[in-house]
């Protein structure tokens, strides 16, 4: 009798040959590249250093599309970026001590926004390993417990046989909703010693769905089609699980008001009649969700700034629906319903009833003219117009990438971003410096469509040196720079708490001939000119940079009234 695990794939002839005799001159470094392109990668982001030699002097034997960026942490978040767009696990080449610290703040980015990043980082000769003083250079007692606390899974590799495996395990691990970084470490003289290994042939490291429990869902679409007042949070699981349109159909199904979270921007069609776009920090929306009486919450953790600022308390019923374990009813009780967006909203709509309720396209209209007479009243009409002008100019479908800056702050409430997974922030974890290698990393990732990024002069600081990286592989990024003159919205908060601001101003160059001394185009604009300036420099191919000296002004909060 034959079972189904006694089954073994026999190699052909080929298969055999190429066994016997793989090609000569490979090591360690030919294992990880091999092992990358059977897993589907087609392009992995970096930064070289001397015990990582071996990965990169192996990419020149593989066909990987190398994209070199000059600061680790900026490759990180070009490869945070290409794994937004594509859904694909982007490799992060690394080397050992301070380049793979560097990356660290763009993997907690990478974690906090579901983002799935392979970073795989050299470590110094087996022979250190085990937490000794042998002084290795960028020696660290123990590399990986710097990176345990960030990422999804960590995974260390010993000898060269463990290479295709342990690649193949955290590519799963990253790909495994919800998405996320992980940590693959392979000591330099692994990496460095020729190998008699056969070539690693496709592998398939496909990730199990993450299926909702049956009862669960029949439980919240009864609670559903028979809530007097529901309404849907939509977060970014939605996006990334490319759940809008099964979003869609369940909001019309049950006429039920949908406001997305600033990570889920695009989730939910920005004009629609249900629609009460992201105006999250604002106390009139706030009021709205408490009132519901059934809240469905999908792919969110209700976190800070999806509950305006942890002010929000539901007073209904609330339906959870989150692919992280962790944050199930993490910060409120709920039917939590641990699945995969997409396979949960799709087993609701095989169940709910339709339930009809004219009044609910009143109740969102009247919300959002309520926030908008409560922005008019703040006479921020500069502020409005810059971020109109952006939105006019940016083409339908070219993504966009927006610093820690006070016009990001305004796009997370206000921007409509008109298709999905085409708006991203850094609002994960709040770092600076994302938005422009993060769009060099979707450029390269679709080199089809024009990439906006934005930032103020602060956070340009931390990623000017990518120009150089811009211009050398011809990205098509157009670099909007609103300079101030300072950390804006630092400068705000701390006159507002202590009556002046302290360490904000900084001194910094001229963008526009920094710009041109790297070959890339500068441009000084106006507000008025803002929207002619942006769009030619999105219809023109390569990288440009675009100035704008304006000081903006933030809305009024709302989660401090009373």
């Known amino acids: 009798m034959t079972h189904d695990h006694d089954l073994v794939l026999r190699p ?39 015990h990582a030699l071996g990965m990169f002097d192996a990419l020149r034997r593989s066909s990987l599309q190398y994209v070199g960026l000059r600061v680790e942490n900026n490759a990180g978040f070009a490869a945070d970026a290409y ?70 899974s960590v995974h260390t590799v010993r000898t060269q046989s463990q290479i295709p495996s342990a690649l193949a395990a955290a590519w799963e691990s990253a790909l495994t909703a919800p998405h996320g970084p992980v940590w693959v470490e392979i000591p330099q003289d692994v990496l460095l010693a020729e190998t008699s290994l056969p070539m690693v042939t496709p592998m398939d490291a496909t990730p199990e769905d993450v299926v909702p429990r049956p009862e669960l869902t029949a439980l919240a679409a009864h609670l559903l089609s028979s809530a007097a007042r529901p309404a849907i949070i939509a977060g970014g699981g ?109 087993a609701l709509l095989e169940t709910v009833d339709e339930r009809p309720d004219p009044t609910a396209p009143e109740r969102v209209r009247t919300l959002l003219a309520r926030v908008g007479e409560r922005i008019a009243a703040q006479e921020l009409t ?43 922030s850094a609002q994960g974890a709040g770092g600076l410096g994302y938005g422009f290698p993060a769009a060099l990393g979707a450029a390269a990732a679709d080199p089809t469509r024009p990439v906006l990024a934005v930032s103020g002069d602060g956070g340009a600081l931390y990623s000017i040196a990518e120009l150089a990286t811009a211009k050398q592989y011809g990205l098509d990024v157009t670099w909007l720079i609103v300079d101030d003159g300072g950390y804006g919205i630092l400068r705000e908060y701390m006159t507002d708490a202590f009556g002046q601001a302290t360490a ?56 401090l009234d009373g």
């Open 12 to 50: 052909s002839a080929a298969q055999t040959e190429a066994a016997l005799n793989p090609p000569p001159g490979r090591n360690g470094g030919d294992l990880v590249v091999e092992t990358l392109s059977g897993l589907g990668a087609t392009t992995v982001f970096g930064l070289p250093g001397q």
């Open 382 to 424: 500069l502020e409005q117009d810059v971020l109109a002008s952006v939105r006019r100019a940016l083409p339908d479908g070219s993504p966009s990438f927006w610093d820690m800056t006070i016009l990001a702050y305004w796009a997370w409430s206000a921007f409509d971003p008109r298709r999905p997974n085409t708006m991203h």
């Open 83 to 152: 794994g937004r767009i594509t859904g694909e696990a982007a490799p992060l080449l690394l080397s050992t001590g301070p380049g793979a610290l560097t990356s660290l703040a763009a993997l907690q980015e990478a974690a906090a926004a579901s983002a799935p990043v392979l970073a795989i980082s050299s470590q110094i000769p087996t022979a250190g390993l085990g937490g000794g003083r042998h002084g290795y250079l960028h020696e660290l007692p123990d590399q990986q417990a710097s990176f345990r606390g960030v990422v999804k």
């Open 238 to 346: 939605v996006v990334r699980a490319d759940a809008s349109g099964k979003l869609r159909r369940l909001a019309e199904r049950l006429n039920a008001p949908v406001v997305t979270t600033f990570g889920g921007k695009g989730a939910f069609p920005w004009n629609h009649p249900l629609s009460l776009q992201s105006w999250l920090e604002d106390r009139h929306t706030t009021d709205l969700l408490e009132d519901a009486d059934v809240l469905l919450v999908v792919g969110s953790g209700l976190g800070e700034l999806s509950s305006n600022y942890h002010t929000f308390k539901p007073r209904g019923r609330v339906i959870q629906i989150e692919a992280d374990l962790g944050k199930l009813e993490s910060n409120h009780p709920a039917l939590g319903i641990h699945a995969d967006a997409r396979l949960a909203l799709a």
């Open 504 to 559: 904000t101003e900084l001194a910094r160059p001229d963008y526009v001939a920094l710009a041109e001394s790297f070959g890339v185009p500068g441009i000084r604009t106006t507000p008025g000119t803002l929207e002619a300036d942006l769009s030619k420099a999105l219809a023109t191919p390569g990288p440009t940079v675009v100035l704008l000296p304006a000081v903006l002004r933030m809305f009024a909060p709302t989660h």
